[in-house]
């Protein structure tokens, strides 16, 4: 039970249940559409970037597990004023804490607190099946900065 | 002789369905999962295998092993023998006409594509159709929506109320002159119901047209008789019927069989090769190029004499006492809906709860040692139909007991504790 408690803190279960900056945006200017099609999670990320590439608005729809849906609305939470760059550093970070065993390489002493709050998501390295849960939103926030329409987890 | 593979199942059940004596025949049912006893409830993704079948396939191995249909040595002769012996078991397992009519293919997936590519490439036009139902697998989809990009032909939709059960006078109102094949499962690995194949085959055959039927769950939990169904085509999976997988196969009748060009081409289905061209071999040898499953589809063989041994008549009405049992204890927990409430039901039980969603319940169950399906089950567009991104399903097989019902029942409220 204890992995699992790992799994489901409290924040997880507090954010799966309560999103946050779960609406569509009137004036996002770019959004994609991600799918996990091994479970049917499907997220679309709206985005509000201003001319100089920085989140003035972040948010979401979609329906997903718990461990999804947390990881979608603390994105949102976390990205709002970030930059196009520290959103990617951010999921370099997210993606290397999910997937892998060692220490995530450093990022910006700022971004450092803003990342403590992802370690939440941690818990799923211990269930491989699970990790594509916790960076589809992520991958879909990457997709639509970039301008790609979709994207998936295969 | 009295190898493994000619082994008969335990003694048993000369009263009362010895479920525990069944149990012990199937060793993986003693193991643990996160050090709790293993319930499992994902047989209709893939059934656990009883001894005899692990003993017979290691038995060909250890004993018993060449390649088939080639050597003049004994051993040849002998695996080939008790490998084309496993075609007449199943010929009489489903009440064919002969063991011409049984192709071995790698699964049912293959086998619906050996159709679609075969007798659809060659027998369907452009502007023809196919009549497929609204909760098909989609290895009963795919294939004929590959064929309409390559030919041209239409993929009609029989849609299901919201019971479960096809609707028949929609169906037959789809049945016209265009349409060339109907392909149907017999009973949905989502939603548990058994389609009335008889009334599905009548109303087809009266317009002329041959049916196909997906009977990878249907095997399984009833006595299928193909020759009173009528069908024109049959296909199951070796793996869900207690055998190993990468054994499948194809009913088809004879005539069908023998107007159909071959599917894949290579060794063991010519009769005569030559760089000037190539004859083929009859059927059902024209649509097995390559060599086959060989100690598998032996141990397919050990698998049907182990559920003949049981008795399907016997597991038919354990399980139904199963989903009985099941479905009345998850009934009454708040918040879960049960999917499928068709009249002629198999023991599957697909469900979501309305405060978790699918994989967190799928999660929190397998740390309990209930190990059940949750996602989509290969069947989107029925998932689309019931509106609903993926549900759980627990499904049960001849070795599962009221009280594994109850682990589940158990294990779903320590999901209701976490997420409610």
């Given amino acids: 039970m204890s992995d699992l408690r790992d799994l489901y803190q409290e924040v997880i279960l507090d954010h799966g249940k309560r999103p946050r900056n779960f609406r569509h945006p009137a004036d996002a200017n770019r959004e994609a559409k991600g799918d996990n099609p091994l479970c049917g999670d499907k ?28 990881s979608a609305s603390l994105m949102t939470e976390i990205l709002k004023g970030k930059t196009e760059e520290e959103a990617k550093a951010l999921f370099g970070a997210l993606h290397h804490m999910c997937t892998q065993e060692d220490a995530a390489p450093e990022l910006p002493p700022a971004l450092e607190h803003e990342f403590d709050r992802l370690q939440v998501l941690s818990g799923v390295r211990q269930y491989p099946m699970r990790v594509k849960c916790a960076t589809l939103a992520w991958h879909t926030m990457k997709a639509a900065l970039e301008g790609a329409e979709k994207a998936s987890t295969e | 002789m009295s190898t493994a593979a000619t082994r008969k199942p335990a003694p048993l059940l000369r009263n009362a369905y010895d479920v525990a004596a069944i149990r012990r025949d199937f060793p993986i049912l003693a193991t643990k999962v996160h050090g709790k006893p293993l319930v499992f409830l994902d047989s209709g993704a893939s059934a656990q ?63 619906i594509n050996l159709v679609a590519q075969s007798y659809g490439r060659t027998f369907f036009e452009k502007g023809d159709e196919v009549v497929v139902s609204e909760m098909e697998h989609h290895a009963n ?112 009748k004879k005539a069908l069989l023998k107007k159909m060009p071959p599917y894949q081409g290579g060794g063991d289905m010519i009769a005569h090769v030559s760089f000037a061209g190539t004859t083929f071999r009859e059927p059902p040898h024209r649509f097995e190029a390559g060599t086959p499953a060989i100690a598998e589809v032996i141990g397919l063989g050990a698998a049907i004499d182990y559920v003949e041994g049981v008795g399907r ?16 204890r998850l009934s009454a927990i708040p918040g879960l809906t049960i999917y499928g409430r068709a009249k002629n039901k198999a023991a599957i039980i697909s469900f979501t709860l309305d405060c978790a969603h699918a994989h967190d319940i799928g999660t929190i169950l397998d740390e309990e040692g209930v190990a059940i399906r949750a996602g989509h089950h290969c069947a989107e567009p029925l998932m689309d139909r019931l509106n609903v991104p993926a549900t759980a399903r627990a499904s049960f097989a001849m070795y599962n007991t009221m009280e594994e019902a109850d682990a589940l029942v158990r294990a779903l409220e320590k999901v209701r504790e976490m997420f409610a």
């Fill in chain 1, 43 to 70: 997220v679309t990320i709206y985005l509000k970037l201003s001319p100089d590439h920085r989140i003035e608005d972040v948010a979401f729809q979609g329906r997903g597990c718990a461990i999804s849906t947390a």
């Fill in chain 2, 49 to 111: 295998k009883p001894r005899q079948v692990i003993d017979a396939v290691r038995e060909v191995y250890e004993r018993g092993y060449a390649n088939i249909h080639r050597g003049v040595y004994q051993l040849s002769q002998h695996a080939t023998e008790r490998f084309e012996a496993v075609r007449g078991k199943i010929a009489r397992f489903l009440n064919a006409g002969s063991a011409e009519e049984i192709v071995f293919t790698r699964n049912a997936t293959e086998a």
């Fill in chain 2, 141 to 252: 989809i795919v294939p004929w929506q590959m064929l309409a990009q390559q030919i041209g032909i239409k993929v009609a939709v029989a849609p299901i109320d919201d019971a479960g059960e096809l609707i028949m006078d929609k169906f037959a109102a789809l049945l016209g002159p265009r349409t060339k094949l109907v392909a149907i499962t017999h009973c949905s690995n989502v939603l548990g119901t058994v389609t009335p194949a008889s009334e599905i085959a009548r109303l087809a055959h009266a317009k002329g047209i041959p049916v196909l039927f997906d009977g990878s769950q249907a095997v399984v939990h009833e006595k299928v008789d193909l020759r009173a169904l009528d069908a024109d085509f049959y296909v199951f999976t070796g793996h869900k019927l207690y055998g190993p997988s990468g054994t499948g196969v194809l009913y088809g």
């Fill in chain 2, 313 to 328: 008549e016997r597991i038919a009405e354990w399980e139904h006492q199963l989903r009985d049992y099941a479905t009345a």
